[in-house]
């Protein structure tokens, strides 16, 4: 079993910063890319960035140049440091994780997290 937990959210005003963490652990052989999307109410879900397990990353484009994505491999951790945060940013941020596991080393699959709240208040 895997599980993907997340920390961090919480409420901040206009120009705050916060820093998301997500953890993941239980029956992982390996990780390929990790990310972090967000859901807005009444909104689909969208990717707001990812990182691989080389650490090439990518961006959406209304983040780029506030948010940082980065990963502790040895930690099984992503982390997500949002900077100059807009009321626009309030939303659920999932973790999400590409991974085999010890019981299917072969094929990787999308595991997410319970998703963590961020208010950003104007």
């Known amino acids: 079993q895997v599980q993907l937990v997340e920390s961090g959210g919480g409420l901040v005003q206009a120009g705050g910063s916060l820093r998301l963490s997500c953890v993941a652990s239980g029956s992982i052989f390996s990780i390929n890319g990790m990310g972090w999307y967000r859901q807005a109410p009444g909104k689909q879900r969208e990717l707001v960035a990812a990182i691989t397990s080389g650490g090439r990353t990518n961006y959406a484009d209304s983040v780029k140049g506030r948010f940082t994505i980065s990963r502790d491999n040895a930690k099984l951790t992503v982390y997500l440091q949002m900077d100059s945060l807009k009321p626009e940013d309030t939303a659920v941020y999932y973790c999400?994780?590409?991974?085999?596991?010890?019981?299917?080393?072969?094929?990787?699959?999308?595991?997410w997290g319970q998703g963590t709240q961020v208010t950003v208040s104007s």
């Open positions: 999400n994780a590409q991974l085999t596991t010890t019981t299917d080393w072969r094929r990787y699959v999308d595991y």
